[in-house]
């Protein structure tokens, strides 16, 4: 797959997951307190760079097993 490399990094994901979950969870406690609230606005930062993490690591990509199910055949 080609790619410019642009999209976010997985730092990137978890900033945005962590960001959502406290806005949702700020809005059901405002909800459950009957507190009016009608914006809410998150700011989240970080200083990791996958790249530098993950320099000098050694892993081996791991293949996708495929489990397969099976039935006991009806009597």
Known sequence: MG???SGPTPYDF???ALGACTSMTL???A???N???DRVSVDVAHE???AVD???ARWTPRRKR???ASRAPSP
Do not use: P
Request: with cysteine; aromatic share 4%; glycine share 8%.
């Open 3 to 5: 790619g410019l490399d």
């Open 14 to 16: 978890l900033s945005i």
């Open 27 to 29: 809005r059901i406690y």
């Open 31 to 33: 909800d459950r307190k």
């Open 35 to 37: 507190i009016s609230l």
């Open 48 to 50: 990791k760079v996958q």
């Open 54 to 56: 993950c320099a000098g």
């Open 66 to 68: 495929r489990s397969t």
